[in-house]
């Protein structure tokens, strides 16, 4: 019988999932498995890895490979895997507590090496799973259940950082903007070297709930307000940038990836 695209990854018998309604973390988890059978992935090829979080509970629902590994450490287990054994496909999914908070030195590290595997990191702004903590991408003066009054501090921007720090790849999505996701994480996943897909997701139980986007779809929409292509993006004025989210494609640059390093010193260590 025809399933529906990227079903077959799923594990039988364990839906309805746990996360809330209208989370973005399921849209996410859809995108990946479409794009996974896209591209004629495997279940014994591909190697799902996640850390702690509502987002990191995504393997549990796959029946790829799977290793569900500690808070703010997925992309180390992610790199050795890959390290290891270079022909498997190898995905990190993560928070963005996960990814850049707790995880920021393996991800900057991760980034600077360019092995080629795939993050993907779901930022919806705060510690999701714990209640609603302020993370390193919560933005500045939004509210979180540990700054009732207002963040202090600034947050990162994910896909500067990895621009900066050396990704191969670099792009941002929404779960409003599905097919375009699935899009750039097949780019992601075919793009040698290591790929960021940051997926700027609602969390209406704390974020969204903190933040005047009490219902449902109330972040979803915000989202659709401010996410704007890349390519329009820069056409605007500096001025006009700012309450605006730029999706796509950022980064695409072919500079050789860590195993295509690694082989040229096993060569001359080979030869003595
Ligand atoms: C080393 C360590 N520190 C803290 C925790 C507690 N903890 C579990 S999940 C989590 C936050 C997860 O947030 P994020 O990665 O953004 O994912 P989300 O739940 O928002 O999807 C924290 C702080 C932990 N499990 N391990
Ligand atoms: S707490 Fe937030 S991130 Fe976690 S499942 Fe609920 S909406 Fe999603």
Not at 52 to 76: E, S, V
Request: proline share 4%.
């Amino acid at each position: 019988m025809a399933h529906a695209t990227g079903t077959k990854y799923l594990k039988g018998g364990i839906l309805p999932h746990m996360w809330c309604s209208g989370c973005g973390i399921g849209t996410m988890l859809g995108a990946l498995l479409r794009a996974f059978e896209e591209l004629g992935y495997t279940t014994t090829d591909t190697v799902v890895v996640t850390g702690i979080g509502c987002t990191g509970k995504a393997d549990d629902y796959m029946i790829t490979n799977a290793l569900h590994t500690t808070h703010g450490r997925a992309l180390a287990y992610a790199t050795g895997i890959k390290a290891y054994n270079p022909k498997l496909n190898v995905v990190a999914i993560m928070g963005d507590g996960d990814g850049v908070t707790i995880g920021g030195n393996h991800f900057i590290h991760a980034c600077r090496r360019n092995i080629d595997l795939t993050a993907i990191i779901l930022n919806n702004f705060n510690f999701g799973m714990t209640g609603g903590q302020v993370s390193g991408t919560t933005p500045p003066q939004r509210y979180t259940s540990t700054t009732a009054y207002g963040n202090p501090e600034r947050d990162f921007d994910i896909c500067a950082l990895a621009e900066s720090a050396g990704a191969n790849y670099v792009a941002r999505c929404t779960p409003y903007h599905g097919w375009e996701m699935k899009e750039n994480m097949k780019e992601a996943l075919t793009k040698k070297g290591f790929s960021v897909v940051e997926v700027v997701s609602p969390c209406p139980t704390h974020f969204g709930r903190h933040n005047e986007m009490k219902e449902t779809p109330d972040m979803l929409h915000w989202l659709r307000d401010r996410a704007i292509a890349v390519e329009e993006y820069r056409r605007l004025p500096e001025t006009e940038r700012a309450e605006r989210l730029a999706i796509g494609t950022l980064v695409s640059r072919d500079v050789p990836d860590f195993n295509t390093q690694y082989e040229l010193v096993k060569a001359r260590a080979q030869k003595g």
